[in-house]
């Protein structure tokens, strides 16, 4: 009897976020920006009361986030076009075409090659992504092909391939993630921010991103450096890398980790103790893992249209920016036109300079110290980057449960104003929503930095 009336307010919540969680999939579409923000904020404040009513009920919040998940199995992303890109791509490489080669829209005259539902694909990726070279690295492309070979002429089958590798990452992410906190003897109910964050649960199992495999080969990196296994730490950060790219970001934080120390707690010696021959050993077996990867698709033409599309990214496209949209704005005041071809090759460079300052003049000496400058590092990049689509900050949030710094959770919460450009007559940036969205994210970062007196 008291465990039903103990159970019994949560179990509604649940119940409530399972039908909810469906309309979400299943019977939603993107220019329906009111139903879309309604559901999301009724699913965020569900997620937060049953991690606050059931924060010591490790096992019971898991079985809910699994749940949730697989709600998802069999709905087509209805949220982002890429999941298109990503099984084009699967069906070429199993095929043994080099997918860096050929544009969708061109392979047809390039190549005597058969895609199995190649125009619905090229439909529904859309013009612009199918008349652009892929830009997912090597291990990326490999779970595409893991799709493909397992369902090569079905979509929908594809869908399911990649969504099960996306939980089964997200699971990994649990895991790991838990035994982290332990070690930094940090509350375990912060893991569920992440786990069973309906912006996770949306934006990775429901629309295919694969921000949270890259994640967990992080996470599980992290746990075998900080437990001075480096050399496997290193070979999964280089995995991680040929997933997405970002974790490059992250390679001169680790600096002074590397260097001798006696001071400090347990967990900080084990850690402090490996030799700067150590860190020069570590990252040399990162890029020769990233190389490794991309070996099998080398050429001139390959590193021609990689580095190209790459380029795209922060010299052409433009959504959800922050600092880029001010800049752009005096631009048009000044010279009249838009200055993304020059200020996208300076804002890149001002991110290097930011990340080697907190490398070098900034404490990462402890695993929080380090995990702390990684959220700076990855804030402060997407802060001055050009185009930051919702599911990059899967990232941020994953390393703010490891701080004391909580705003990219309000950041998962509020990234979804940008959902609001997608209208029934097109494409329409709302500009005033992203403003919104970022004097949230950047007062609630102020507060907890002025709250937290200095970075630690």
Known sequence: MNFIKFYKIPLLFAILSVAFYISFGYDLVRSDFIKLISLYSTLFFSAYFL???????????????????????????????????????????????????????????????????????IDGMGALNASHFSNYPPVNQFFFAIAALFAGKSILGSAIVLRVIIILADIGILYFGKKLLEKLNLPIKNIFWYFLNPFIIIELTGNLHFEGVMLFFFVWALHLLFNRKWLCAAVLIG???????????????????????????????????LSVTSLIKFCLVVLITVSV????????????????????????????????????????????????????????????????????????KTPQHLLTGMLFAISFYFLLSTTVH???????????????????????????????????????????????????????????????????
């Open 51 to 121: 991690i606050e009513k059931f924060k010591t009920s490790f096992r019971f919040l898991a079985v809910l986030g699994i749940v949730f998940r697989l709600i998802f199995l069999v709905a087509i992303p209805n949220l982002s076009q890429d999941f298109y890109r990503f099984v084009w791509d699967g069906r070429l490489m199993s095929q043994g075409v080099n997918p860096y080669l050929f544009t969708p829209d061109n392979l047809s005259t390039a190549l005597e090659v058969t895609i199995e539902q190649s125009q619905q694909l």
């Open 293 to 364: 990867t991309f070996l099998s698709f080398f050429s001139s033409e390959f590193v021609q249209n990689f580095s190209s599309t790459i380029a795209l990214w922060f010299q052409n496209f433009e959504f959800n920016a922050s600092v880029y949209y001010v800049i752009r704005w005096i631009g048009f005041k000044i010279v009249g036109w838009n200055i993304i071809g020059t200020v996208g090759k300076i804002l890149p460079v001002l991110v290097l300079l930011f990340v080697l300052a907190i490398s070098f003049f900034r404490k990462n």
């Open 239 to 273: 995995v991680s890398i040929s997933v997405k790219l970002i974790p490059l970001l992250f390679l001169p934080l680790f600096l002074k980790n590397f260097k001798h120390k006696d001071d400090g707690l347990e967990l900080q010696q084990r850690f402090d103790r």
């Open 390 to 456: 919702p599911w990059y900050i899967a990232t941020p949030l994953l390393l703010s449960v490891f701080t004391k710094y909580k705003f990219p959770v309000v950041w998962s919460f509020v990234v979804v104003l940008s959902y609001s450009a997608y209208g029934k007559d097109g494409f329409d940036e709302k500009l005033c929503l992203v403003g919104l969205e970022y004097l949230v994210v950047i007062g609630v970062a102020s507060w907890e930095l002025m709250k937290n007196h200095r970075p630690t």
